[in-house]
């Protein structure tokens, strides 16, 4: 395997993507991430991936310049994301296929994969915005949620799918867990509605124009595609919004805030 990493392709909040050799690519994680980080998500990578889920190939963990990193094969192709932002009028079409990609995973159950229950307690636990009562009260509204053994991706949304000449490839499985869909579902609503975009996203102001339509879309296709009502989904906004709190992104944190302060109010 070589050991020299090529030119970067991307870059994110937690790494930066690099060709490696022919047919690889290295994901790189920051140097404040601990090398933890890169075998946890390369595991459950590797179990989605056994599991038959259209997810790259892990073929290595490595080392550069003190930086911990996961060797993926390569699948070429734009994101949906960027796709998004050459080609606004395939909104409809891009909104539905992400419903039906998640849906697909939705179908599927993984054993190995952690709780997601217990993820989202260690994130709540985690946020050092939240005075402790506020914390508890969130994870009393958890703990009265149903459970469920579907795979949920745990970060979903249209810059974590590669538009690949196969088909659509998805990728980043570092929140990967086994649990209720609608979890996973909520957690895709709130970041369509107020994810913050990195400052190299071309055509920021076409994709926050663009959010509610995209949203509404997506979420019409879920709900034919797997029934369930949107005061299911809803219940779950608190907890998955309260756990984005510790993630630490300043540009989102009134909002999550006051949506985590309104939800408990009314649940008063």
């Known amino acids: 395997m070589t050991t020299e990493k090529g030119p970067m392709i991307a870059r994110g909040r937690t790494a930066e ?4 050799g022919d047919n690889q690519v290295l994901k790189l994680f920051l140097d404040r991430l601990p090398a933890a ?14 599991a038959g889920l259209p997810v790259p190939a892990v073929e290595g963990i490595v080392e550069v310049n003190g930086r911990s990193g996961i060797v993926f094969e390569r699948v070429d192709g734009p994101s949906m994301l960027e ?25 599927c ?19 050092a915005l939240l005075p402790t009562k506020t914390k508890e009260a969130v994870l009393e509204v958890l703990a009265q949620l149903p459970d469920g ?33 609608l979890a996973d579902v909520a957690r895709t609503c709130l970041l369509l509605r107020m ?8 055509r920021r102001w076409l994709i926050d124009s663009a959010r509610a339509l995209f949203h509404s879309i997506y ?42 302060e309104a939800d408990l109010k009314s649940q008063r």
Not at 37 to 50: C, G, I, K, Q, S
Not at 195 to 202: E, G, I, M
């Open 37 to 50: 980080d890169a075998e946890h998500e390369a595991r459950l990578t590797r179990v989605v991936h056994e």
């Open 195 to 202: 994810a913050a975009l990195l400052p190299s996203t071309p």
């Open 219 to 260: 979420l019409r296709r879920y709900l034919r595609l797997r029934p369930a009502s949107r005061q299911q989904i809803d219940a779950w906004l608190l907890p998955v919004a309260a756990a984005r709190l510790s993630e630490d992104i300043p540009e989102e944190e009134p909002r999550l805030l006051a949506l985590v």
């Open 109 to 127: 159950e993984v054993p190995e994969l952690p709780s997601l229950r217990r993820r989202l307690e260690e994130k709540i636990r985690a946020v």
């Open 17 to 20: 993507i690099f060709a490696w």
């Open 149 to 181: 053994r579907a795979v949920c991706h745990g970060d979903f949304h249209p810059d974590q799918i590669i538009m690949s000449a196969r088909g659509p490839i998805i990728i980043d499985w570092t929140d990967a867990t086994q649990g209720n869909p």
């Open 83 to 107: 796709l998004l932002t050459s080609k606004p009028w395939k909104i409809p079409q891009f909104a539905r296929t992400l419903a039906e990609l998640q849906t697909a995973l939705h179908s």
